[in-house]
T-cell receptor, first 114, second 114 residues
């Protein structure tokens, strides 16, 4: 069973317009949720995480995400895209209370047009 | 502050050859892990370790071997390379084994098996 689904494999926006990257998850356990970003030929870098505190989570570089339990979603947003935001983004969910069972989404490639 | 260091960055092997991918972290992290990244599949866990002398299998362990003799190092061995092992490999570490602990990634090793 799919534990985490990123609904778009590719998103293209113009510089200065909003960004929305969508992630749905399934878990019988109260999950921890993360967004990571991967720039070309680099490792993944943590953008933000949710761990059962505030449902709206602010991350680095102006990104934020909202945990909606009723919709089992954890969408990533940014009000205004920059060229430097072009990268691959991964939604990650811990489906059990153990670190070795984190499930990665397939990734969303964000393109930013000038 | 080096973080997680992986070597080599690129490697080409012939079918049947063996090799070791190196991973070292200088953050005194308890947890270390190896993932492989394949197009459209996100990252999948190969092996992990919760401390020196302790290792266990992840989702896709076949064909790989690990050991952890020190806190800092966690090498991944390919016993007899196969074309199906062509992938990008990432080492990641975390300060604890709690599921809400973020992962710190190396920059990856791109392996091609011909």
């Amino acid at each position: 069973a799919q534990s985490v689904t990123q609904l778009d494999s590719h998103v293209s926006v113009s510089e200065g317009t909003p960004v929305l990257l969508r992630c749905n998850y399934s878990s019988s356990y109260s999950p921890s949720l993360f967004w990571y970003v991967q720039h070309p030929n680099k490792g993944l870098q943590l953008l933000l995480k949710y761990t059962s505190a505030a449902t709206l989570v602010k991350g680095i570089n102006g990104f934020e995400a909202e945990f909606k339990k009723s919709e089992t979603s954890f969408h990533l947003t940014k009000p205004s895209a920059h060229m430097s935001d072009a990268a691959e983004y991964f939604c990650v969910v811990s489906v059990k209370p153990v670190i070795n069972d984190m499930r990665f989404g397939a990734g969303t490639r964000l393109t930013v047009k000038p | 502050n080096a973080g997680v260091t992986q070597t080599p960055k690129f490697q080409v092997l012939k079918t049947g050859q063996s090799m070791t991918l190196q991973c070292a972290q200088d953050m005194n992290h308890e947890y270390m892990s190896w993932y492989r990244q394949d197009p459209g599949m996100g990252l999948r866990l190969i092996h992990y370790s919760v401390g020196a002398g302790i290792t266990d299998q992840g989702e896709v362990p076949n064909g790989y071997n690990v050991s952890r003799s020190t806190t800092e190092d966690f090498p991944l061995r390919l016993l007899s390379a196969a074309p199906s092992q062509t992938s990008v490999y990432f080492c990641a570490s975390s300060y604890s084994t709690s599921p809400d602990s973020p992962l710190h990634f190396g920059n990856g090793t791109r392996l091609t098996v011909t």
